[in-house]
């Protein structure tokens, strides 16, 4: 499953194709993706601006040296729509969405790490749950003066109340969280149900709110520290064994443009219509099979990469999940939406990306083409939608 795809080889799909997928909806309207200087957000601003859409942001600079957002050289070439500014701060947000009027929200701004919101559990909660409710209320003043806006808030799939259990969660499982970070997101979600069901539910209402709940995320130009892949690639880069803390954690791992087609996807079908069905929860994560552990994702990483790994798991770590998985049904059913890269498809393409990291913006637009370009070999229903 998947066309590995190399730095040096042409494109499969040109940019007028692409800006045809996802029917068309993005073609030159205006979005407003929050957290566009992260991982995740630089990668949705890349295949946005592919897709022939209007490009906005609002983040704070960069988290890491280096970052995939200055990799892609992305301030440069979206000029005075990249607004530098912090969600914790309404009149920030509210002006920015004022002057934007974005058709489209993508919400992804936030701390998203497990070990750091040990460390900094307030200001954890003060990005993931106050800086959500105020894109929401900042949504929720603009189309009170009838802007029609789609919101696509993201959360993650450690929003659920973890019991360690093998089977998937589920959209309708109760929201919960050991730490900071997991208990920040539940709360998240709580808040956008909210909002969505006191503001945004009128039949008439010119906003539709869903939000977006992904497994763990792997891709070139993540360089945050204590995450796996990121640590994995130092540990190559410098002639280190990779360390593991965690070798018999589960995770649906799956790469960065799986739940990113997700998020697009969702919103495209939320801008046609159907709000009553789609303006919900919808999990995005791999097929069952890429349920793997850490170990085994260091083993996967080492065929591409040569080195070793070896096991430092220390008992008296901050707690981490053990058992994750997401059950994907919803999405499959109601958005016809389906992963595309299997499990050693996307390790392979990430550490591809890294090994040609001085090339990453060509890069990473040839993955996101070769990806567009498998989904349609595989009948993915966003891939082939014309509009």
């Known amino acids: ?87 914790r701060d309404l009149a920030t947000v509210s002006g920015v969405v004022a002057d934007v009027q974005p058709a489209f929200i993508f919400h992804l701004a936030a701390q998203p790490l497990v070990r750091r919101s040990y460390r900094e559990p307030l200001e954890t909660y003060a990005t993931n749950v106050t800086g959500t409710a105020h894109v929401l209320e900042a949504a929720r003043l603009a189309t009170d003066r009838q802007r029609p806006c789609v919101i696509v808030s993201v959360t993650t799939d450690k929003c659920y109340e973890n019991q360690e259990w093998h089977h998937a969660y589920r959209e309708t499982d109760p929201m919960g969280g050991h730490d900071p970070y997991s208990s920040s997101k539940g709360a998240a979600e709580l808040i956008i149900s909210a909002y969505r069901r006191s503001y945004f539910s009128a039949p008439d209402s010119p906003a539709r709110l869903a939000s977006a709940r992904a497994g763990n995320v792997i891709g070139g130009g993540d360089w945050a520290a204590e995450r796996i892949v990121p640590d994995c690639i130092r540990a190559l880069a410098d002639g280190q064994p990779i360390i593991v803390r965690n070798k018999n954690s589960t995770r649906p791992w799956q790469h960065v443009l799986e739940p990113l087609s997700g998020y697009l996807w969702l919103a495209a079908s939320l801008s046609a219509g159907n709000a009553a069905q789609l303006a919900t929860a919808f999990n995005f994560g791999p097929a069952p099979e890429s349920n793997r552990s850490v170990g ?83 009948g993915v229903t966003w891939a082939l939608s014309t509009g």
């Open 1 to 87: 499953m998947g066309r590995p795809q190399g730095p040096v080889e042409s494109l499969v799909i040109m940019r007028g194709e692409l800006t045809q997928t996802f029917g068309g909806a993005f073609h030159g309207q205006r979005v407003l993706v929050t957290g566009h200087t992260g991982f995740k957000g630089a990668w949705l601003a890349e295949w946005l601006l592919a897709l022939g859409a209007d490009v906005h942001g609002l983040a704070l600079p960069p988290p890491t040296t280096p970052a995939l957002f200055g990799q892609l050289n992305l301030a440069a070439r979206l000029a005075d729509r990249h607004h530098l500014g912090d969600i």
């Open 296 to 378: 085994e994702l260091a083993r996967e990483i080492l065929k591409h990469w040569p080195g070793e790994w070896r096991d430092q798991s220390d008992p008296a770590a901050p707690h981490e999940a053990g058992l994750l998985n997401l059950a994907t049904d919803k999405a499959r059913h109601l958005l016809r939406w389906q992963p595309v890269w299997n499990f050693p498809v996307a390790v392979e393409q990430t550490i591809t990306w890294y090994r040609a990291a001085d090339h990453a913006g060509d890069l990473t637009r040839r993955q996101i083409s070769a990806y567009t370009a498998d989904a349609q070999a595989q």
